[in-house]
T-cell receptor, first 114, second 111 residues
């Protein structure tokens, strides 16, 4: 089954403790992206990747890192999480470039930073 | 600055009602406008609109784009409780690889 898999689904952590949210897709998609969703602000793009070893900042990249060593994986790293990073995070992928009509979303990761 | 604005923010209706959701945008190099439905978690694709005046339809849902006035509407007729969700509008800008989302409209349909 074609899917984007995020882990974990829920995470509660404390300020400053490094964490990684994993994202993996099984569709051989070139494009992958991370979004965060906050009440009243909609989905905002954090980072995206057009292909392996190519990553670019989105609209809200501060406090986050990503890597794209393999086509299928696009982990999101919070080196020193802070409470303002409490949010619902989505990973998404599409075949070639950012094509909204072919964007597959993961199920989301609800992160709480205390 | 590119922006997408949706209204209303929230809507509560009874089953059988017809609803209209609005999306206006200010985006340079507009390429397309998309609607998504977000139920429990992940958004799922509904429509993509690129040309003015051409209605896209899927069952009880339909959508149309006005590129002159920079807005789109999503209509849902004979609403059902299964239509309860957040409806997201997003715009693709042609010169970037970004999708600019609105804040969403939360629709609740009660029996």
């Amino acid at each position: 089954e074609a899917q984007v898999t995020q882990n974990p689904r829920y995470l509660i952590t404390v300020t400053g403790k490094k964490l990684t949210v994993t994202c993996s897709q099984n569709m051989n998609h070139e494009y992958m992206s991370w979004y965060r969703q906050d009440p009243g602000l909609g989905l905002r793009q954090i980072y995206y990747s057009m292909n392996v070893e190519v990553t670019d900042k989105g609209d809200v990249p501060e406090g986050y890192k990503v890597s794209r060593k393999e086509k299928r994986n696009f982990p999101l790293i919070l080196e020193s999480p802070s409470p303002n990073q409490t949010s619902l995070y989505f990973c998404a992928s599409s075949p070639t470039g950012m094509r909204g009509e072919k964007l597959f979303f993961g199920s989301g990761t609800q992160l709480s930073v205390l | 600055e590119d922006k997408v604005v949706q209204s209303p923010l929230s809507l509560v209706v009874h089953e059988g009602d017809t609803v209209t959701l609005n999306c206006s945008y200010e985006v340079t190099n507009f390429r397309s406008l998309l609607w998504y439905k977000q139920e429990k978690k992940a958004p799922t694709f509904l429509f993509m609109l690129t040309s003015s005046g051409i209605e896209k339809k899927s069952g009880r849902l339909s959508s149309i784009l006005d590129k002159k006035e920079l807005f789109s509407i999503l209509n849902i007729t004979a609403t059902q409780t299964g239509d309860s969700a957040i409806y997201l509008c997003a715009v693709e800008a042609g010169n970037t690889d970004k999708l600019i989302f609105g804040t969403g409209t939360r629709l609740q349909v009660f029996p």
